[in-house]
Nanobody, 124 residues
Framework: QVQLVESGGGLVQPGGSLRLSCATS????????IAWFRQAPGKEREGLAC????????SHDHSAKGRFALSRDDAKRTVYLQIDSLTPEDTAVYYC?????????????????WGQGTQVTVSS
């Protein structure tokens, strides 16, 4: 059974950084792709970044380049999203997803599994 569990969210001051974790289980970790999305209050969900678990290639959605960095720890079956220079506009629920096609397409309907999300609030 595929499981994705996000953690690492919380309250952070503007200008700060966070590292979110996506712990996974239930599938071969060298297959498919893991992506990160977020949904801010009153806004549509948007894609951020994606990593191919087969070859390590990283893609960013066009609006998310620069401040979002991905990394992985294969021993822990975990993908990390590092977010720097946080602003209040980054306040959102952050989700990781499993895309079995492995294509890193930032569309909700291409994602096969979703985690429960982790809340990030940026406020002074």
């Amino acid at each position: 059974q595929v499981q994705l569990v996000e953690s690492g969210g919380g309250l952070v001051q503007p200008g700060g950084s966070l590292r979110l974790s996506c712990a996974t289980s239930g599938f071969a970790f060298n297959h498919y792709a893991i992506a990160w999305f977020r949904q801010a209050p009153g806004k549509e969900r948007e894609g951020l970044a994606c990593i191919s678990l087969s070859d390590g290639a990283i893609s960013h959605d066009h609006s998310a380049k620069g401040r979002f960095a991905l990394s992985r720890d294969d021993a822990k079956r975990t993908v990390y999203l590092q977010i720097d220079s946080l602003t209040p506009e980054d306040t959102a629920v952050y989700y990781c997803t499993l895309e079995q096609g492995g294509l890193c397409i930032f569309r909700d309907d291409y994602q096969d599994y979703w985690g429960q999300g982790t809340q990030v609030t940026v406020s002074s």
